[in-house]
T-cell receptor
């Protein structure tokens, strides 16, 4: 099975940088996703890491260390619209492949002026 | 390209009844996964269908079932509804080809069981 931990809440200032951490303990690992979910809306895909290292996409970057069971999502130049829940999800290694994701409970980010 | 669509968007049912939810994936996507989202448990994986076959299954009771049609549209069914089944049910589709594993979520069906 999978156990995923991420902070429940974080607060940051507009224009600043924030790092949201995610640690996982898994019986199998086949990649890690980050999703953003605004209240009342569906999750939207942000990033997918399967190899160690940093992936950068505009203001968003995601890092993975498989040996440490650790990932983070880095958000730069924060905007008010970045206030949302950020979900870390591990893609299980399953026989036959496919998509079986285990999600963390999400980190609620509040961006303030 | 149209996104993932789910119908109905809202549903109110009574304990003991059954319900069927529908999901139409993005055109060309062959994998459809279903998730239950509640405030207490977060997003939990129900099952995944690929080429009309259930490829992966989560830890939900047999009251939860699904199927996929030849056009990749999927339905999930919950029988003998319980109060605890009240949740947002999300489906997600994936191209599932090469290294493209990102899932695109639909808007969800909000189910309330009274």
């Amino acid at each position: 099975g999978q156990n995923i931990d991420q902070p429940t809440e974080m607060t940051a200032t507009e224009g600043a940088i924030v790092q949201i951490n995610c640690t996982y303990q898994t019986s199998g690992f086949n990649g890690l996703f980050w999703y953003q979910q605004h209240a009342g809306e569906a999750p939207t895909f942000l990033s997918y890491n399967v190899l160690d290292g940093l992936e950068e996409k505009g203001r968003f970057s995601s890092f993975l260390s498989r040996s440490k069971g650790y990932s983070y999502l880095l958000l730069k130049e924060l905007q008010m619209k970045d206030s949302a829940s950020y979900l870390c999800a591990v893609r299980d290694e399953v026989t036959g492949g496919g998509n079986k994701l285990t999600f963390g409970t999400g980190t609620q980010l509040k961006v303030e002026l | 390209k149209a996104g993932v669509t789910q119908t109905p968007r809202y549903l109110i049912k009574t304990r003991g009844q059954q319900v069927t939810l529908s999901c139409s994936p993005i055109s060309g996507h062959r994998s459809v996964s279903w998730y239950q989202q509640t405030p207490g448990q977060g997003l939990q994986f129900l099952f995944e269908y690929f080429s009309e076959t259930q490829r992966n299954k989560g830890n939900f009771p047999g009251r939860f079932s699904g199927r996929q049609f030849s056009n990749s549209r999927s339905e999930m069914n919950v029988s003998t509804l319980e109060l605890g089944d009240s949740a947002l049910y999300l489906c997600a589709s994936s191209l599932d080809r090469g290294l493209s594993y990102e899932q695109y979520f639909g808007p969800g069906t909000r189910l309330t069981v009274t």
